[in-house]
């Protein structure tokens, strides 16, 4: 199964991410986790994308097309995959296209998490007072300043993937402020092919 979980920061997309993976026993691809990894490692890559992270920019389509091309040759993904913040705009979804049709391979699914907007800075403040308390680190990006500008990113340049994939017939939205668990049964629901939780 090949995945895309769509929706802006503060949806969800990780823990539904991390759901989809324990239930079909495929893997989490999270750009946004790489590229953290890559920073903290102090890779070429992680140098060039720290400062663009950190104010909420988005790197440059041809770093995480990349990334993602390494990382889908993997072993671990020929099961498949659910992508977590990747594509994120057209070119990255046009690009993802043509490498999953040189292997032969399709998208199953395009699960938009559908959020009231008003309610992501405090998701996020959440999650910082939740790593906060686990003794972790907060993400440099969880701020409310780097916040307006990932918002701001994902408007105008990664909204427009949901008619890109609606047209497509690939589009299954889902109502992301649901509790976790109606949202994780709205995503079964879909990929079961049931119309009562669409
Ligand atoms: P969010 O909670 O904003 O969805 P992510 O963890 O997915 O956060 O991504 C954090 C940051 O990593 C983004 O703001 C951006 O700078 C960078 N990033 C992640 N994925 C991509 C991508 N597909 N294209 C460009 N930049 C990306």
Same mark, same amino acid.
């Given at each position: 199964m090949r995945l895309i979980l769509l929706g802006p920061?503060?949806?969800?997309?990780? $823990?539904?991410?991390?759901r989809l993976v324990?239930?079909?026993?495929?893997v989490q691809l999270s750009t946004g986790d790489m590229l953290r990894a890559a920073v903290a490692a102090g890779t070429p890559i992680g140098l060039?994308?720290?400062? *663009?992270?950190?104010?909420?920019? *988005?790197v440059p389509d041809e770093v995480v097309v990349g990334i993602i091309a390494d990382?889908?040759?993997q072993p671990d993904a020929r099961k498949g995959f659910v992508l977590d913040g990747f594509?994120? $705009?057209?070119?990255?979804?046009?690009s993802l296209e043509r490498l999953l049709a040189e292997r032969g391979h399709k998208l199953d699914g395009v699960i938009e998490l559908k959020v009231d907007e008003g309610m992501l800075l405090g998701r996020i403040e959440k999650r910082v007072r939740e790593m906060t308390e686990r003794g972790e680190k907060p993400r440099a990006d969880d701020n409310a300043e780097a916040m307006k500008k990932r918002l701001e990113a994902y408007r105008s340049q990664t909204a427009p993937l949901s008619d890109h994939y609606?047209?497509?017939? *690939? *589009?299954?939205?889902?109502d992301g402020m649901a509790p976790i668990d109606a949202v994780t049964q709205a995503i079964d629901g879909h990929l079961r092919g049931s119309s009562a939780h669409a």
């Open positions: 920061p503060g949806a969800g997309k990780g $823990t539904q991410a991390q324990q239930k079909h026993g495929i060039k994308a720290k400062e *663009l992270m950190d104010r909420g920019a *988005l990382r889908i040759e594509p994120r $705009t057209v070119a990255q979804a046009e609606r047209g497509k017939g *690939l *589009l299954k939205p889902v």
